[in-house]
């Protein structure tokens, strides 16, 4: 199973990103997919969830209006698109992937990508 993030790297402060994830060893379309974001000194916070269909989406407060979720099941992958980058979205970026199976979860991480907004 792979998660492999990218797309991260300086962005100016107003400007964006848009950060991929590729899935592999796994039935993609079957999970619900997420974006999570750690910032230097601070826990791990979730940015956003798609489910498997793509029909359900939910955003961080902090992100609503400037983030974008999307996924294409057919090429097995996650995208977030970052608009209006503000330097408090400095962090490393996380895919995630979810499925339940009523108690029982599988879940996987991907390595990161790490977002650095700065002028």
């Known amino acids: 199973v792979q998660l492999v993030e990218s797309g991260g790297g300086l962005a100016q402060p107003g400007g964006s990103l848009r950060l991929s994830c590729l899935a592999s060893?796994?039935?993609?379309?079957?999970?619900?997919m997420s974006w999570y974001r750690q910032a230097p000194g601070k826990e791990r916070e979730l940015v956003s969830t798609i489910n498997s269909d793509g029909g359900n989406i939910n955003f961080a407060d902090s992100m609503k209006g400037r983030f974008t979720i999307s996924r294409d099941n057919a090429k097995k992958a996650l995208y977030l698109q970052m608009n209006s980058l503000k330097p408090e979205d400095t962090a490393v970026y996380y895919c995630h992937a979810r499925r339940n199976w009523g108690t029982v979860s599988s879940v996987y991480w991907g390595q990161g990508t790490q977002v650095t907004v700065s002028s």
């Open positions: 060893g796994f039935t993609f379309k079957n999970y619900d």
